[in-house]
């Protein structure tokens, strides 16, 4: 007994503010001793181990949390890029001299892109260059986030910056002038660790069907709201234009809406955003998937609906000019859907909620078609349409660039236009 009760307030001196839970089970354990000689050590052990786990914790909690700001005026900033694949992201860490609060006071910085599949090992180096600065909610302060895009150290983008090409698009004066706006719909799932399956679904086994999940509450209907909220509020900080959230059809899926945004920053926006929520599900121990249909059968797919809008679709008599962007994006159909995400074709499948991913179609108020217009943008002649072919694995540089070019630069002939209209019962 005098040995059990010796190690007991060693274990408690190493935390920093004992837990009344595990202070409990310590001195069960020891009552236990008096009762089970056999099992003393082991529950002794078991003990020691928790307590020791906690204060090690709480040890790197309180360094995370350090306020740096009262002794330097140095700061971390977290520069950010997209890796090999086109959708997984890579980040480093670089100290500055002071704060900064635009992107042309930051170095460019360069990687290893043999590391990252974009670059080959005899000629790696890979250059960054700062585009777009968010506050960092993770480290607080004065510290940065750092939106970034890629080039050769001759100057030229590499083949998975994307940015770049939309950037030259959006500085196109036609461009420029229409003044596009982007409100892009982000759906995401969050799979449980090691098994590839939905958070709160049964491991092997299916919940109940569709139907309660959408916006639903409760234990038994939505499943994920921490970090859907975590993110919301980390996004606010960071000073993303995020606009809402909400859980999806398919339940473990969630979704979150960026915008409206002005041209290039709507895609800067949303790889910050992506960012966010991968660094907080890491930090859950929750695995995130964009794919676009994570789950075959009966179940919705994830997308990413990027609503469009141009000054002349937002003034009066702005419904022809959607009009006429409908007809431009039925004539380029197959090149918008090449480049709209990896696999989409699993998820356009003409159900839930989808067009076929073959065929091009247009309504007021359907969800079934490759584009919706809203009854208020119908009722009122003016407004927005709703591109809802884009898969949860898009990258928006692309799809924003891509839907501007073809309402806004591209012209088709008189002759596709006309039989495009014919198709499509369009009288523009």
Known sequence: MAQILAASPTCQM???????????????SVMLKQKKQNSSKLRSFKV?????????INRV??????????????????????????????????????????????????????????????????ILYPQAIFRDPFRGGDNILVICDTYTPAGEPIPTNKRARAAEIFSNKKVNEEIPWFGIEQEYTLLQPNVNWPLGW??????????????????????????????????LYAGINISGTNGEVMPGQWEFQVGPSVGIEAGDHVWCARYLLERITEQGGVVLTLDPKPIEGDWNGAGCHTNYSTKSMREEGGFDVIKKAILNLSLRHMEHISAYGEGNERRLTGKHETASIDQFSWGVANRGCSIRVGRDTEKKGKGYLEDRRPASNMDPYIVTSLLAETTLLWEPTLEAEALAAQKLSLKV
Request: hydrophobic content about 25%; aromatic content about 8%.
């Open 14 to 28: 190493k935390l920093t503010k004992p837990s009344p839970i595990a202070s409990s089970k310590l001195w069960s």
């Open 202 to 235: 049964p491991v092997g086994a299916y919940p109940g069907p569709q139907g309660p999940y959408y916006c639903g509450v409760g234990a038994e209907k939505s499943w994920g709201r921490d970090i859907s909220d975590a993110h919301y509020k980390a996004c």
């Open 48 to 56: 020691m181990a928790l307590q020791s786990d906690n204060s090690t």
């Open 61 to 126: 909690e309180s360094l995370l949390n350090l306020d740096t700001k009262p002794f330097t005026d140095r700061i971390i900033a977290e520069y950010i890029w997209i890796g090999g694949s086109g959708i997984d992201l890579r980040s480093k860490s670089r100290t500055l001299e002071k704060p900064v609060e635009d992107p042309s006071e930051l170095p460019k910085w360069n990687y290893d892109g043999s590391s990252t599949g974009q670059a080959p090992g005899e000629d790696s180096e890979v």
